[in-house]
């Protein structure tokens, strides 16, 4: 069953993060979707504040991922968005990550969706602009099977 949450500011998107990041164990691997601008790395930002990391978080768009290690568990923040074939996370030992002792939060996740593990939290932002310009909608399910 879904979860759908409304959000009227960046600031309860940070929120949302940090709540569900409360919830989160060793494994975990949390699925973000959503278009340029929804609040993925509001989201995000939030999610790593929740874990307890107290450094900066920034979107890895070029970089892929970000590694921190300071919180409860670490966290890998992937942003997948220049990926053009889910193959080339091979080449950074994605695997050993999805099935490490941290949680991995992947931007664009729709873009790698084919490697994707059986079982994730999909996490799918979109705004409303009728409903305001810091209006989001946050709707977080369990994905089990592929």
């Not at 600031?11 to 278009?35: M, N, Q, S, W, Y």
């Amino acid at each position: 069953m879904a979860e759908r949450i409304e959000s009227y500011s960046p600031e309860e998107t940070f929120e949302t993060g940090r709540r569900i990041a409360g919830k989160a164990r060793p494994g975990d691997v949390f699925a973000l979707e959503g278009d340029l601008g929804a609040g993925k790395t509001v989201f995000t930002k939030g999610f790593a504040s929740g874990l307890g990391v107290t450094g900066a978080v920034n979107s890895p768009t070029f970089t892929i991922l970000q590694i921190y290690e300071e919180g409860r568990l670490p966290l890998y923040h992937f942003d997948v968005y220049r990926i053009e074939e889910p193959e080339e996370m091979e080449e950074i030992g994605f695997d050993d990550y999805l099935y490490g002792e941290g949680v991995c939060l992947i931007e664009w996740a729709d873009q790698i969706s084919d490697i994707l593990p059986e079982n994730y939290c999909h996490v799918r932002i979109s705004r409303d602009l009728e409903k305001g310009e810091d209006f989001r909608e946050i709707v977080i399910y369990e994905n089990s099977g592929n």
